[in-house]
Nanobody, 121 residues
């Protein structure tokens, strides 16, 4: 069974930095597009940044210039480097990926458990 395991959340002061990681564990044959989303309680998930298997990236306007999404295909891991954090960036951040467990299977959309990011002085 494939899982996405997130790490790197925490509490940081405004202007600080955090780096989130999302590692795919289990039987992973291939990973398609990956992305980071944020979600507040009772709200819909919002895309923060995405990255294709070829490394093409896309960011929400509020993240441009401050956040950087990368991936290491050899490690089946995705990262989100968040700099110049603001209080309004605080939220639960979830990773998402299209994962193929075997060559004869189909890509399945999988979500991580979420990492809490808190920005406060």
């Amino acid at each position: 069974q494939v899982q996405l395991v997130e790490s790197g959340g925490g509490l940081v002061e405004p202007g600080g930095s955090l780096r989130l990681s999302c590692a795919a564990t289990g039987s992973v044959y291939s990973i398609n597009d990956m992305g980071w989303y944020r979600q507040a309680p009772g709200e819909q998930r919002e895309l923060v940044a995405s990255i294709s298997v070829y490394g093409k990236t896309n960011y929400v306007d509020s993240a441009k210039g401050r956040f950087t999404i990368t991936r290491d295909n050899g490690k089946n891991t995705m990262y989100l480097q968040m700099n110049s954090l603001k209080p309004e960036d605080a939220d639960v951040y979830l990773c998402n990926a299209g994962v193929l467990a075997s060559p004869r299977g189909e890509y399945v959309d999988i979500w991580g458990q979420g990492a809490l990011v808190n920005v406060s002085s």
